[in-house]
């Protein structure tokens, strides 16, 4: 007998490496994935942790959803100290300037001290795009005494309130399951 023919030829070695390398690289990766939307769909049961909106694998068909997502999403936020001589206008004039600008009051207040005339404290948050000409339209209404600044993604704001009402809806309905079961638990053990 020769002693080749219990041995393989040297490609098909090489082949069947290859083969088999490369069904353990699919297999791999199939199961990374399945491990992976499985570990994201237990968040998204869980909804206690507020990333039931993060899915691992979303596509987006531009580059511009992704640009005007973000934009959109940026707010900035000033804290203004203002002393004005027509308050009542001044208040107006404030709360339509901040709706024209797409933002809202996350704060209003006022203070009056004996000859100083009356002080307005005022919160507000617009979206980036429009925030330095609020700004600069709200510098008109009075004398501003102190400005402060902040940027915040409002995406995380809406994502932690999103997460917290989640939240106390479950603890809401824990504590009515209780109340239900121990209403039961006491018309059953009254005589």
Sequence with gaps: MSESSPRRSLPKRIFLI??????????FVIAVRIAVLGIFRGIEQSKVTGLA?????????????????????????AALQMRTNLFDHSVEALHRT?????????DLRTESRSGFGRALSANISVPSADFDAALSDLKILGRIEEISEAGEDSAIKLATAARHLVASQTSLSHLQKLQRERRASCVTQSP
């Design 18 to 27: 290859l083969g088999g390398l490369f069904v353990f690289t699919l297999v």
């Design 53 to 77: 909106a993060i899915y691992p694998f979303a596509s987006y068909s531009s580059a511009s959803d992704l640009t005007s997502w973000g934009s959109t999403q940026i707010s900035r936020s």
């Design 98 to 106: 901040v709706s024209a600008h797409h933002g809202y009051l996350d």
